[in-house]
């Protein structure tokens, strides 16, 4: 049997240790520091101008961040995206405020925006206050509609924090994912596009938001000789050794990205000719994907087998394939959310799979998983 495929593994370029090294001989070993410094500045160089960047212990640290920024309080409510992993809408409890879901459209998988006016517009009739946030995520990195969201959001004078964390080097309209909303969260956990092992970071506006969003991060520590706190604050800043991964990481980013996109385009071409799969692509070139993770939908009328029989089927060859996200409102700890459902997200999470998409997927691991999948299809 062929080694074991996994969907998206860590991938290091070389570089990384001397970072981590030149932590140690300096004894920079907490967290913050030089290598914290140079990431953020590779960064924020990567977002381009207007963009200042604050590194953090995690994507989920970096949403919980943004909801404080913009003074999310208990009791508010905030619109995210239904289907998405739970850490999208988890920081919205943290702060005490209730999540509102918002089902997604077939394009991008990812909010629909008509759904998300309809969704403001009947939260202010019911409740009388409007939605302190919206939290659109770019699942899989696919950009959401941001022209749209951002057209509603203002309209209604709401702030976004976009959810980027799947989508690193993802571009609508030739912008990058996470530049879009008030502030954006990215993840480098050890799954994502780079990883500093776990890790995350919080894009912001300005100088001034950068200086506040590091206040709330180190325990919103006053300026005094002695520990002085008026605010609540977290231990969320990234370590100066994970930052010197992230440092190596810079180095091979646009390389990963293009790796991402170079697999996704040979699924596409091995899976043209199969009736039955649906390979996500862009929708049009308005989107650029970083194809995180590459995604298909089953036909099962087609194909003769579901999700769940090709993810074990896959299993057994020393495949890793996952179900798409279980929606937000299907989650038994949502339960009682308010959600604004069209059918998209449920009817999706039926019928999808990831597939391997990370830096190890070769060409012939590609070619491999395709021919096993097409095997399944005439043998059914
Ligand atoms: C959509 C989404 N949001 C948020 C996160 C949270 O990031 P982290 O794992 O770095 O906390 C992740 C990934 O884990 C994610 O996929």
Redesign the pocket.
């Known amino acids: 049997m062929n080694k074991r495929i996994y969907l998206c593994l860590a991938h290091m370029s070389g570089n990384e240790q001397k970072y981590i090294q030149e932590a140690f001989d300096t004894n920079w070993v907490v967290p913050l520091g030089p290598n914290v410094n140079a990431f953020e500045e590779d960064l924020e160089n990567f977002f381009g101008e207007n963009n200042k960047v604050v590194a953090l212990s995690?994507?989920?640290?970096a949403?919980h961040l943004g909801l404080v920024m913009l003074g999310v309080k208990p009791g508010d409510e905030v619109i995210c995206q239904s289907f998405?992993?739970c850490?999208?809408a988890n920081p919205v409890t943290y702060v005490g405020a209730k999540p509102v879901f918002v089902d997604s459209e077939e394009d991008t998988w990812n909010m629909d925006p008509a759904l998300l006016e309809e969704a403001i517009k009947d939260r202010i009739s019911k409740t009388g206050r409007k939605p302190k946030a919206i939290i659109p995520?770019h699942?899989y990195g696919m950009p959401a509609r941001m022209d749209e969201i951002m057209a509603i959001a203002e309209k209604y004078e709401i702030p976004v924090l976009e959810?980027a964390?799947?989508a690193l080097g993802s571009e609508y309209k030739g912008r990058k994912c996470g530049t879009f909303g008030r502030f954006g969260?990215m993840?480098?956990?050890g799954n994502k596009m780079i990883t500093t092992s776990?890790?995350?970071a919080l894009v912001v506006p300005d100088a001034d938001a950068k200086k506040k969003t590091m206040f709330y991060a180190t325990q919103a520590r006053e300026p005094f000789p002695y520990y002085q706190h008026e605010e609540i604050g977290y231990n969320y800043r990234m370590s100066n050794i994970c930052a010197g991964i992230g440092r190596g990481q810079m180095t091979v980013l646009d390389e990963h990205i293009e790796h991402h996109r170079h697999v996704h385009g040979l699924y596409e071409k091995a899976f043209a000719g199969i009736d039955g799969i649906e390979l996500k692509c862009n929708p049009n070139s308005d989107f650029n994907a970083n194809f995180w993770l590459c995604t298909i939908l089953i036909d099962k009328e087609k194909t003769g087998f579901d999700y769940e029989q090709l993810r074990v089927a896959l299993d057994a060859k020393g495949i890793e394939s996952r179900p798409l996200w279980k929606p937000m409102h299907m989650q038994p700890v949502y339960k009682d959310a308010p959600c604004y459902i069209n059918g998209t997200s449920e009817r999706l999470f039926g019928k999808g799979l990831c597939l391997p998409a990370g830096p190890y997927v070769s060409d012939s691991d590609v070619e491999y998983i395709v021919s096993e999948i097409k095997k399944m299809c005439v043998s059914k």
Do not use: I, P, Y
Not at 58 to 61: R, S
């Open positions: 995690a994507g989920t640290a949403l998405t992993f850490a999208s995520v699942l959810d964390a799947e969260a993840s480098f956990n776990g890790g995350g």
